[in-house]
C-alpha cells in the first residue's frame, strides 16, 4: 500500500511560479508510473503532466513549456515546477501513482490548492 501527500500549493500572481510536491510512503517499490492532475471547481479532473519510471515525460498541451515534472531517485518524491502560471491553472492538483502490480492510477493524494491571480 501506498500513501501520497502534495504540498507547496498557494496563492500566487499571474506570471508567478510555484513548486509543488508530492511524498510517497509506504511500498513505495510497487510504484512505476506517477501523475500530476488538476480540477477546477465544477470541472472534470485533468491530467497536468506524466512521468514513467524510465523518465519519460508526457505534458497537456496547455502546461507545455511552463511546468516540468520530475521525480528524485529513490522515487520516493514526486514535483512539479509550475512557471508562468496564468488564472487558468488555478484548480486543486492532486497526485496520481500506478501500482505496477495491481493497477493504474491506484492511489492518490488529497490534493493542494494552487490559486493564480490576475
Known amino acids: 500500500q501506498v500513501q501520497l501527500v502534495e504540498s507547496g500549493g498557494g496563492v500566487v500572481q499571474a506570471g508567478g511560479s510555484l513548486r509543488l510536491s508530492c511524498a510517497a510512503s509506504?511500498?513505495?517499490?510497487?510504484?512505476?508510473?506517477m501523475r500530476w492532475y488538476r480540477q477546477a471547481p465544477g470541472e472534470r479532473r485533468e491530467l497536468v503532466a506524466a512521468?514513467?519510471?524510465?523518465?519519460?515525460?508526457n505534458y497537456a498541451d496547455s502546461v507545455k513549456g511552463r511546468f516540468t515534472i520530475s521525480r528524485d531517485n529513490a522515487k520516493t518524491t514526486l514535483y512539479l515546477q509550475m512557471n508562468s502560471l496564468t488564472p487558468d491553472d488555478t484548480g486543486v492538483y492532486y497526485c496520481?501513482?500506478?501500482?505496477?502490480?495491481?493497477?493504474?492510477?491506484?492511489?492518490w493524494g488529497q490534493g493542494t490548492q494552487v490559486t493564480v491571480s490576475s
Open positions: 496520481n501513482a500506478d501500482d505496477q502490480w495491481v493497477a493504474r492510477n491506484l492511489y
Open positions: 512521468i514513467s519510471s524510465d523518465g519519460t515525460t
Open positions: 509506504g511500498t513505495t517499490f510497487t510504484i512505476n508510473n
